[in-house]
């Protein structure tokens, strides 16, 4: 047996392979899926450790702004109280409302709670702690707590679902931005990049105004946030204005996320 | 001995995939962040021993580790994997390794030769040559290159 598979090699060589490409097609989610269950835990307990150390890198290498940054803080924060009584008025009106509609998040969707286990180095996905076992299937959304959206499903395993997040580069779907009549096109654009474009050129786009997404024909369900426009392009060459989206969900502040399973 | 290498590095691999897919992408710099799975392959490779083939083998099995936590088709990088190992060892004869230059320009050529295949691989979603994960994975290769030369240094002169 030894001496022929020694003079065989190349042909042992070559079928081994085939056999490895024939598991990785017809297995492919199931070694993902078990690979998930296995380390899920230690995934988690990596990620929590990533996200406190990356916080902390973060404000070691951000200490000379710090300063600055205090001082901001403390002028923000007097113009803020003085706004504060008047939402304290609006918030009880608030909740008096929901509690007389009885509009929760939890109302609003059927929720999933998920946890973020690995994120892509090189694409925008992420990794959840979800799968088909807690009835998540594909193309299901995922928002935050306060309903920003993060992505969709795209991967499903027993207890893990790969997430593609809305700036993935290839990612279109239809937005309407806060008090105008204005609709765009958001294109992800890879690396936590949102744009806009298809927006017409004779409008008045506003640095900050909200972005949210449009309805059930953008691909999710509306009026989830997306970010704020942080700045505009209105070019001669260009045929439509175009605008850059401060995408308000942010990896590394992220806890907690909702899978949407209605 | 080539089995052992081959049994630790499985291991290994193992949690050095969960510390990068899990721990290391909150350090991403400008969308690029340090590939441990990838330095590690070129790296085991370089300072293998000619005749020795445990290198294709750690490649391959590297390559399947980022193939579980990548989107793309399953099998990928198991085979860019086995790329690069089998060009290092390729290339390696063809310079003096005992001289920095040689594994500076074997080791940046690997490494660009993994962000060219993998522009292609993601370019249904638009082409992005990722020169930040370039830089990064090139600076720690170079890190780890003298850590292990230092290392050498110090372990002859104890054994004098």
Redesign the interface.
């Known amino acids: 047996m030894m001496s022929w598979i020694k003079k065989n090699q190349k042909l042992v060589w070559l079928v081994a392979a085939v056999f490895?490409?024939l598991i990785?097609?017809f297995l492919?989610q199931p070694?993902?899926s078990v690979?998930h269950s296995i380390?899920g835990s230690?995934?988690?307990?990596?990620?929590e450790?990533?996200?406190s150390?990356?916080n902390f890198?973060a404000g070691f290498f951000n200490a000379s702004n710090l300063k600055d940054e205090n001082q901001n803080l403390k002028r923000e924060n007097r113009a803020l109280l003085a706004n504060l009584l008047d939402f304290q008025e609006l918030q009880e009106e608030n909740q008096r409302l929901r509690l007389a509609l009885d509009l929760g998040l939890a109302q609003d969707f059927s929720l999933k709670e998920a946890a973020i286990?690995?994120?892509?180095?090189?694409?925008d996905?992420l990794?959840i702690n979800k799968g088909s076992e807690d009835g998540i299937i594909k193309e299901m959304t995922v928002i935050t707590y306060e309903k920003v959206l993060v992505g969709k499903i795209?991967?499903v395993h027993r207890r893990s679902s790969?997430v593609?997040l809305l700036t993935?580069?290839?990612i279109k779907f239809s937005v309407k931005i806060a008090d105008t009549n204005i609709q765009a096109l958001a294109k992800g654009?890879?690396?936590?990049k949102i744009t806009l474009d298809l927006m017409p050129k004779d409008v008045e786009v506003p640095i900050g105004a909200l972005v949210f997404t449009s309805g059930h024909e953008s691909g999710y369900q509306p009026n989830l946030l997306v970010g704020v426009i942080a700045k505009t392009s209105n070019t001669d060459i260009e045929p439509f204005q175009k605008a850059e989206v401060e995408d308000f969900f942010k990896?590394?502040e992220a806890t907690l996320l909702f899978v949407i399973t209605d | 001995m080539q089995a052992i290498k081959v049994i630790v590095s499985f291991i290994a691999f193992y949690f050095l995939a969960i510390f990068q897919a899990s721990y290391l992408s909150h350090f991403k710099i400008r969308g690029g962040a340090w590939n441990t799975l990838l330095v590690a392959v070129i790296l085991v490779n370089f300072f293998e021993k000619k005749e020795d083939k445990s290198g294709l083998i750690i490649g391959a099995l590297a390559g399947f580790y980022l193939d579980l936590f990548s989107p793309y088709f399953m099998g990928i990088f198991t085979l860019v994997g086995v790329l690069i190992a089998f060009a290092v060892k390729r290339a390696k004869p063809l310079f003096d390794p005992k001289r920095f230059a040689s594994f500076a320009v074997i080791f940046f050529s690997a490494l660009l030769f993994y962000e060219i295949i993998f522009m292609f691989i993601s370019a249904g979603q638009g082409l992005f040559f990722n020169i930040s994960g370039l830089i990064i994975n090139f600076l720690a290769g170079i890190i780890i290159y003298w850590m292990v030369r230092l290392f050498n240094v110090i372990s002859k002169a104890k054994i004098r």
């Open positions: 490895i490409i990785f097609i492919r070694i993902r690979f380390s230690l995934e988690s307990w990596c990620w450790r990533g996200q150390g990356s890198w286990l690995t994120e892509d180095l090189a694409g996905y990794v795209t991967e790969r593609r993935d580069a290839g654009e890879g690396n936590e990896i590394q």
